[in-house]
């Protein structure tokens, strides 16, 4: 079995040498790897079933968190990975070779309470910092008023609710704050797990929507998908541009609406765009530019870069609107599509 | 003659995975934790920070000790009462009887029930209950955990310590009677001293039972990383620390749960050997 597997392998090989690159024909035979970020898991379930159903590959995407996903990457156990925060140059250092981050969609993460008949609360990022870094403890306090004058705000305690695990959506929480208070960078700083001076932590994004909809007095922070699955309320922010702005997929969508760099690593947290909801990321996808390494077929390298140009397109992007992720804007896609086509196969550019 | 040689061979080689098993788990763990005890030293079981946020880095492991300790001693203490006077009911008051056999197929079914079901009972249905007390805003925190827990190790006491009970030679209980003694007295002054050192053992199996539970506690504990406050305060414990952030954790922090995993190996050594001791001791 495994002589005709390679067998087959190398007469993929030698036929697609001789061909001359035309796109392989036998991509339903190849199993894909994946793994990483837990925060896209709806959207990449669906695309990836969807995908293989209309003949592309079937993928296995092992949903176990964007840490775990860039480790996979590095001892180069699967085809591709998935993170939410992007590489820093010292992680780039890291790894075997070079690799490149290809967005994916856009997600945002927000701000759900469970108020006894309050619905449309309004935070500022000063409202923020003073909820989760505790000198609020009241929902009637007079800051929140302040901001709420038509709410009716409870003689209740706060209780801030957080991931307990190590996270990407803690990590575009904590950047978004970073960004926005001082007080915040110098005490919680960023990162997917933190040191939070009170409340109480939640598995995974269930984990934090269940306490908060279970538990009257909360509020916390988590991906927009689990609060809209959940009905839990979400506060309005203050942007950049000092808007209020409600979550919604076309308020994703804005603050994605700012230059590309070439490698598309960059934060859209806290985006000058007017109509912008702040606390909104782009999640990667990432692989090796040179896809022959630990023996690959240029079968399945083929695959791997056929499929992250078909998530980045038209077809997939709509999937993501479906499960409540904001699609790419144009030139994250095409960007995405001028970074696959620079990934080679023992030196040969893969797509043409 | 041969077939001995073979099945000695296979024991032996059975016996020997075992040991090689417990072997590697320490070689590995301790391997794994070097980097945190160089960084830290002794302080690492003495400081009460614990900082992931990179820049900032400090581990420290006491907050999770004393969730762990805490939570599982409160624990054993509620079932005591639970799991003796259980395994009394089963093995003397109504030995033998329909009643006894029931209870005792219901204490198994408890021990059962996956770690998750017990969570989602204590989240839904004990937390609710504990609100409205009115002594907690949430309901998360040492005390709701170690109720569950508590619950959890019952079926590992009772049903020990039951089989213990059950082995008190009749002629001992008999003779007592003879002499007038009521069910009481027989139950204080013969049944409980000679099956002493095997109740006390069974406690100390389901304490080490309690200190390793993982799901149930994360999801009640309210994960926050600090030295408990209160009975009602949130904590965390070192099972629980490591299920939640060993996904994304590398580098030092990874170092330093694989540290709490082998303290946590190291505290349940210790509290097995105490019991070992207690049996010797007093048995």
């Known amino acids: ?352 | 003659m041969s077939g001995d040689k073979v099945t000695k061979a296979l024991l032996f080689l059975s016996s020997l995975t075992i040991l090689l098993l417990s072997a590697g788990i320490v070689l590995s763990l301790t391997g794994g934790a070097i980097p945190a005890f160089r960084e830290y030293g002794f302080s690492f079981i003495t400081s009460t920070v614990w900082n992931p946020t990179s820049g900032s880095e400090e581990y420290g492991a006491l907050p999770f000790i004393a969730g762990t300790v805490i939570t599982s001693l409160l624990a054993l203490l509620l079932c005591i009462p639970m799991a003796f006077s259980t395994s009394l009911f089963i093995a003397e008051y109504f030995r033998g009887t329909r009643t006894a056999g029931i209870l005792r197929s219901l204490v198994d079914m408890l021990a059962g029930i996956p770690s998750i079901v017990y969570g989602f009972w204590g989240f839904y249905a004990l937390r609710p209950l504990l609100i409205s007390t009115g002594l907690t805003d949430q309901g998360f925190g040492i005390f709701t955990a170690s109720i569950v827990l508590a619950i959890m190790i019952v079926p590992y006491a009772t049903s020990l310590s039951s089989e213990i009970i059950a082995m008190v030679p009749s002629e001992l209980k008999e003779a007592a009677y003879s002499l007038g003694a009521t069910r009481r007295e027989v139950i204080f002054s013969v049944i409980i001293p000679s099956a002493r050192s095997g109740i006390v053992a069974s406690f100390i199996l389901a304490l080490g039972r309690a200190l390793g539970e993982t799901m149930a506690v994360t999801m009640l504990i309210g994960n926050a990383n600090i030295i408990p406050k209160g009975l009602f305060s949130p904590g965390n414990t070192m099972a629980s620390v490591i299920a939640n952030q060993f996904g994304e954790a590398d580098g030092l922090k990874l170092s330093a749960l694989i540290a709490i995993g082998l303290l946590l190996f190291a505290i349940t050594a210790l509290v097995n050997a105490a019991g070992k001791f207690i049996i010797r001791r007093f048995a």
């Not at chain 1, 790897?33 to 293989?52: D, E, R, V, W």
């Not at chain 1, 979550?247 to 490698?263: G, I, K, Q, R, Y």
Request: with cysteine.
């Open chain 1, 1 to 352: 079995m495994k002589n005709l597997i390679l067998l087959l392998a190398i007469a993929i090989t030698v036929a697609s040498c001789g061909g001359g690159g035309t796109k392989p024909a036998k991509e339903k035979q190849v199993t894909l790897s994946a793994a990483g970020a837990t925060f896209p898991q709806p959207f990449y379930n669906l695309a990836f079933k969807k995908y293989s159903e209309e003949g592309g590959p079937a993928i296995n995407y092992g949903s176990i968190g964007s840490g775990a996903g860039i480790k996979s990457l590095r001892d180069q156990v699967v085809d591709f990975g998935a993170t939410d925060g992007y590489l820093s140059d010292a992680e780039l250092a890291e790894m075997p070779g070079e690799v490149i981050h290809i967005p994916t969609c856009i997600g945002a993460v927000v701000i759900g309470y469970n108020l006894p008949g309050v619905t449309g609360l309004r935070l500022t990022p000063a409202l923020l910092e003073e909820i989760f870094l505790a000198d609020i403890t009241k929902w009637n306090d007079k800051r929140i008023a302040d901001e709420n004058p038509g709410l009716a705000l409870p003689d209740m305690n706060i209780t801030v609710v957080y991931r307990s695990d190590g996270s990407g959506t803690t990590y575009i929480f904590s950047d978004y704050m970073s960004k926005v208070s001082p007080k915040w960078n110098g005490q919680l700083g960023t990162g997917k797990a933190l040191n939070w001076p009170a409340g109480i932590g939640g598995k995974g994004n269930p984990g934090v929507a269940g306490t908060i909809s279970q538990s009257q007095g909360t509020i916390g922070y988590l991906g927009f998908e689990y609060a809209y699955a959940q009905k839990i309320p979400m506060a309005l922010i203050q942007n950049s541009a000092g808007n209020y702005v409600e979550p919604t997929l076309d308020s994703f969508s804005a603050a994605a609406s700012v230059e590309m760099p070439a490698d598309t690593r960059i934060m859209i947290t806290n985006s000058p765009t007017p109509e912008a909801y702040p606390i909104t990321s782009f999640t990667w996808a990432i692989l090796y530019k040179e896809q022959s390494y630990r023996g690959r077929s240029a079968e399945s390298a083929a695959a791997t870069v056929n499929t992250l140009l078909w998530l980045t397109g038209p077809g997939a992007q709509a999937i993501a609107t479906s499960v409540h992720y904001a699609k790419l804007p144009q030139n994250a896609s095409e960007q995405a599509a001028v970074l696959l086509k620079s990934i080679t196969y023992n030196g040969e550019p893969i797509l043409k």
